[in-house]
């Protein structure tokens, strides 16, 4: 039988070659698209523009003028889309750090944020201005609410607008006998009533047992679980909750479609299995793998979720974790924290420290922080820090070159996200050990100015040193972090070109970066960034078909109205989705 078969396909190849029979066929079950532009920006510096670009089976197969593309088109059949003959192509643009399970569901709560968060459905909440302003808010939400024991989780409490943090006796006022709990804007903070606390049995001696649980002057527990750890600690049960297969999907429905409105073709997940690692990998696989999701995802294990689930297996996991990994979801290394929040001041700041003498919070420093990455380095995995503060910054540094000094190694693309506060050494230092930066630009237009009373002028309006690192030649890119910032890359791009504050002053000047290097930290330096460079970033022949679709040209627009330009929608292995409007039925 096996002579038969062997004879079969040697007869079928050979018809094929002397008749062409059957080219016809593979053509049909491979159709080859062609999308027409007004032009089309490649993002490869050696063939900067085009005007047409061909797809097949989701992929880009040659990008050009149509003659440019005939080799290809010659003899076969294709299709040609003129749709965007007078929009503008770009590679789709990529979130380099996002969550967009955490996203939609802070967005999708009781909100009460300083500045407006938008709603892809809708008119935007818009922001509270002041402290009484939020807490008659949060009286109002907890008014509307007909059950008298049922749980009110609100989102989006500002510490550092609103004058500090809030205690259990605060939430007393609004009810002392509902459970109430608010998650501030950092996400890396949560205060809880006496309600809750009650109901949980919780008592003093935690303080001992979970870093940043807060005693007041009494002993007693105050109701403030400060720092990433004591905050997933106090919210683990509700995201729990809110990751049963009904609220998850309209969670990353929402984040998704507020993305795509974004112009963003790739969203990432910072940090998977933060509560539960194959629970959080089986429902983003189920949710990007779905041909109807107009998007990708790259996804990055969380180290301590992993350490505490996992154990001694956690550093197999990932790398299993990984061959799991399809078109649509990227699974792809891991990431660890070193100083906590820059929103609600939980960064470390060195020397001359806050102004008013106040402390940030180190999650991880030192040998002990070395010992946490090393297995992942060693296993020749991707690490992504997120790191703030300059003394935790330092921190970050310190620990890569004591990883390089052990265990040499190359294009690991060792990653320090988010990189609040920094100096030019720390710069040079990055460079020398080969690391890559993401930076989330709202640092600068929506905190600089707010900033500037508690760590002084130049600090607050020198975050955000786009400059500092590319004339250092270090591979910088930009995120939005949402839902600390909106998912608007065109917006990033704006803020880094012009570096204005909310008042519209221009801060810190020569900080300031082109469009075209913008434009290239959110699409080809942000693939780089997640290590996908090879897939998506930049329109070649052999990566993903994916397309930001642009109604007017941001190299002929003044660098003040970048984040006018308007999105048609997106394009994702040559499939079209258009902008979505309304909301999904």
């Given at each position: 039988?096996?002579?038969?078969?062997?004879?079969?396909?040697?007869?079928?190849?050979?018809?094929?070659?002397?008749?062409?029979?059957?080219?016809?066929?593979?053509?049909?079950?491979?159709?080859?698209?062609?999308?027409?532009?007004?032009?089309?920006?490649?993002?490869?510096?050696?063939?900067?523009?085009?005007?047409?670009?061909?797809?097949?089976?989701?992929?880009?197969?040659?990008?050009?003028?149509?003659?440019?593309?005939?080799?290809?088109?010659?003899?076969?059949?294709?299709?040609?889309?003129?749709?965007?003959?007078?929009?503008?192509?770009?590679?789709?643009?990529?979130?380099?750090?996002?969550?967009?399970?955490?996203?939609?569901?802070?967005?999708?709560?009781?909100?009460?944020?300083?500045?407006?968060?938008?709603?892809?459905?809708?008119?935007?909440?818009?922001?509270?201005?002041?402290?009484?302003?939020?807490?008659?808010?949060?009286?109002?939400?907890?008014?509307?609410?007909?059950?008298?024991?049922?749980?009110?989780?609100?989102?989006?409490?500002?510490?550092?607008?609103?004058?500090?943090?809030?205690?259990?006796h605060d939430l007393d006022k609004i009810s002392s006998t509902r459970p109430i709990i608010v998650w501030d804007a950092s996400e890396h903070f949560a205060y809880l009533n006496s309600a809750v606390i009650k109901q949980r049995g919780y008592t003093?001696?935690?303080?001992?047992?979970?870093?940043?649980?807060?005693?007041?002057?009494?002993?007693?527990?105050?109701?403030?679980?400060?720092?990433?750890?004591?905050?997933?600690?106090?919210?683990?049960?509700?995201?729990?909750?809110?990751?049963?297969?009904?609220?998850?999907?309209?969670?990353?429905?929402?984040?998704?479609?507020?993305?795509?409105?974004?112009?963003?073709?790739?969203?990432?997940?910072?940090?998977?299995?933060?509560?539960?690692?194959?629970?959080?990998?089986?429902?983003?696989?189920?949710?990007?793998?779905?041909?109807?999701?107009?998007?990708?995802?790259?996804?990055?294990?969380?180290?301590?979720?992993?350490?505490?689930?996992?154990?001694?297996?956690?550093?197999?996991?990932?790398?299993?974790?990984?061959?799991?990994?399809?078109?649509?979801?990227?699974?792809?290394?891991?990431?660890?924290?070193?100083?906590?929040?820059?929103?609600?001041?939980?960064?470390?700041?060195?020397?001359?420290?806050?102004?008013?003498?106040?402390?940030?919070?180190?999650?991880?420093?030192?040998?002990?922080?070395?010992?946490?990455?090393?297995?992942?380095?060693?296993?020749?995995?991707?690490?992504?820090?997120?790191?703030?503060?300059?003394?935790?910054?330092?921190?970050?540094?310190?620990?890569?070159?004591?990883?390089?000094?052990?265990?040499?190694?190359?294009?690991?693309?060792?990653?320090?996200?988010?990189?609040?506060?920094?100096?030019?050494?720390?710069?040079?230092?990055?460079?020398?050990?080969?690391?890559?930066?993401?930076?989330?630009?709202?640092?600068?237009?929506?905190?600089?100015?707010?900033?500037?009373?508690?760590?002084?002028?130049?600090?607050?309006?020198?975050?955000?040193?786009?400059?500092?690192?590319?004339?250092?030649?270090?591979?910088?890119?930009?995120?939005?972090?949402?839902?600390?910032?909106?998912?608007?890359?065109?917006?990033?791009?704006?803020?880094?070109?012009?570096?204005?504050?909310?008042?519209?002053?221009?801060?810190?000047?020569?900080?300031?970066?082109?469009?075209?290097?913008?434009?290239?930290?959110?699409?080809?330096?942000?693939?780089?960034?997640?290590?996908?460079?090879?897939?998506?970033?930049?329109?070649?022949?052999?990566?993903?078909?994916?397309?930001?679709?642009?109604?007017?040209?941001?190299?002929?627009?003044?660098?003040?109205?970048?984040r006018d330009i308007q999105i048609w929608g997106t394009v994702i292995g040559g499939k079209v989705n258009p902008v979505r409007k309304i909301r999904p039925q």
């Amino acid at each position: 039988m096996a002579l038969s078969r062997l004879n079969r396909c040697f007869l079928t190849s050979l018809l094929f070659v002397v008749t062409g029979v059957g080219a016809v066929h593979a053509q049909s079950e491979h159709p080859i698209v062609v999308f027409v532009a007004k032009k089309i920006y490649t993002m490869d510096p050696g063939w900067p523009t085009a005007t047409a670009v061909a797809v097949r089976d989701g992929k880009i197969l040659s990008v050009g003028s149509m003659e440019d593309l005939q080799p290809w088109l010659k003899g076969r059949e294709y299709k040609v889309i003129d749709s965007f003959k007078n929009k503008i192509l770009f590679p789709g643009f990529i979130e380099s750090h996002g969550h967009p399970f955490l996203g939609g569901t802070l967005m999708r709560l009781p909100l009460l944020t300083h500045y407006d968060t938008p709603n892809p459905y809708g008119p935007p909440f818009r922001g509270l201005k002041t402290r009484e302003a939020a807490l008659a808010k949060l009286k109002e939400y907890e008014s509307a609410l007909a059950d008298p024991n049922e749980l009110l989780v609100a989102w989006g409490f500002d510490s550092v607008v609103y004058g500090g943090h809030l205690t259990r006796h605060d939430l007393d006022k609004i009810s002392s006998t509902r459970p109430i709990i608010v998650w501030d804007a950092s996400e890396h903070f949560a205060y809880l009533n006496s309600a809750v606390i009650k109901q949980r049995g919780y008592t003093s001696g935690l303080a001992k047992k979970i870093n940043g649980v807060q005693l007041g002057s009494d002993g007693e527990l105050n109701g403030q679980f400060l720092g990433t750890t004591a905050a997933t600690f106090a919210l683990g049960d509700f995201l729990k909750s809110r990751s049963e297969p009904e609220q998850a999907k309209k969670s990353l429905d929402f984040m998704i479609d507020l993305s795509v409105q974004g112009g963003i073709t790739t969203q990432s997940e910072l940090v998977l299995g933060i509560i539960n690692p194959e629970g959080e990998a089986r429902m983003y696989s189920e949710y990007f793998n779905d041909p109807k999701t107009p998007m990708r995802l790259v996804a990055v294990s969380d180290i301590e979720g992993l350490n505490a689930a996992k154990k001694e297996k956690a550093v197999d996991y990932v790398l299993e974790l990984q061959q799991q990994s399809t078109d649509k979801i990227i699974f792809r290394g891991v990431k660890s924290f070193s100083d906590d929040s820059f929103l609600g001041f939980g960064m470390m700041v060195g020397n001359p420290g806050y102004i008013s003498g106040r402390e940030g919070i180190f999650i991880n420093k030192g040998e002990e922080f070395v010992q946490q990455l090393l297995p992942y380095w060693k296993a020749g995995l991707q690490i992504h820090i997120h790191t703030n503060g300059n003394l935790g910054n330092e921190n970050t540094i310190d620990t890569l070159a004591k990883l390089q000094s052990r265990y040499p190694r190359f294009d690991h693309r060792f990653t320090l996200q988010h990189y609040g506060i920094s100096t030019p050494s720390q710069a040079k230092r990055l460079k020398a050990l080969g690391a890559v930066v993401s930076i989330n630009p709202y640092y600068l237009y929506q905190r600089a100015e707010i900033n500037r009373e508690h760590i002084g002028t130049e600090r607050a309006y020198l975050a955000a040193r786009y400059r500092t690192l590319l004339d250092a030649g270090i591979p910088t890119t930009m995120h939005s972090d949402t839902p600390i910032g909106p998912a608007k890359p065109l917006e990033w791009v704006w803020i880094a070109v012009n570096r204005f504050g909310q008042s519209g002053k221009t801060l810190a000047p020569a900080e300031r970066i082109t469009t075209n290097e913008a434009m290239r930290m959110i699409t080809i330096d942000a693939a780089y960034s997640l290590g996908i460079d090879d897939l998506i970033g930049s329109i070649e022949p052999g990566k993903f078909a994916d397309f930001t679709v642009l109604e007017q040209d941001p190299y002929q627009s003044t660098p003040e109205k970048l984040r006018d330009i308007q999105i048609w929608g997106t394009v994702i292995g040559g499939k079209v989705n258009p902008v979505r409007k309304i909301r999904p039925q």
